[in-house]
Nanobody
Framework: QVQLVESGGGLVQAGDSLRLSCVAS????????VGWYRQAPGGQRELVATQTAGDIRSYGAAVKGRVSISRDNDRNTVALQINEAKPEDTALYYC???????????WGRGTQVTVTA
């Protein structure tokens, strides 16, 4: 069974940096696509960043230039570095893993990020 556990969220001030991390288990991590979505209160879930098994990275328009995704296949982890945080970055951040061979997507429970002005 695939499990994803996020960590690193918290309360920060605008302009600060923070790093989120997600540990995966129960999947062939190194050949999966992994990434992050976020959902603000009352909003829809939106893409933050994704990284394929071939290390192709994609970023959401709202965060492009301020965030960086990285993965460590030896440790089955994917990290999200957020720089120059803005109040509009406040959201619940979800880690996900996509298994192309089974067309399954798995989600973590999320970690809350709150950015104060």
């Amino acid at each position: 069974q695939v499990q994803l556990v996020e960590s690193g969220g918290g309360l920060v001030q605008a302009g600060d940096s923070l790093r989120l991390s997600c540990v995966a288990s129960g999947s062939k991590f190194d050949i999966s696509t992994v990434g992050w979505y976020r959902q603000a209160p009352g909003g829809q879930r939106e893409l933050v960043a994704t990284q394929t098994a071939g290390d192709i990275r994609s970023y959401g328009a709202a965060v492009k230039g301020r965030v960086s995704i990285s993965r460590d296949n030896d440790r089955n982890t994917v990290a999200l570095q957020i720089n120059e945080a803005k109040p509009e970055d406040t959201a619940l951040y979800y880690c996900y893993l996509f298994q192309r061979w089974s067309n399954d997507t798995f989600w973590g429970r999320g970690t809350q990020v709150t950015v104060t002005a």
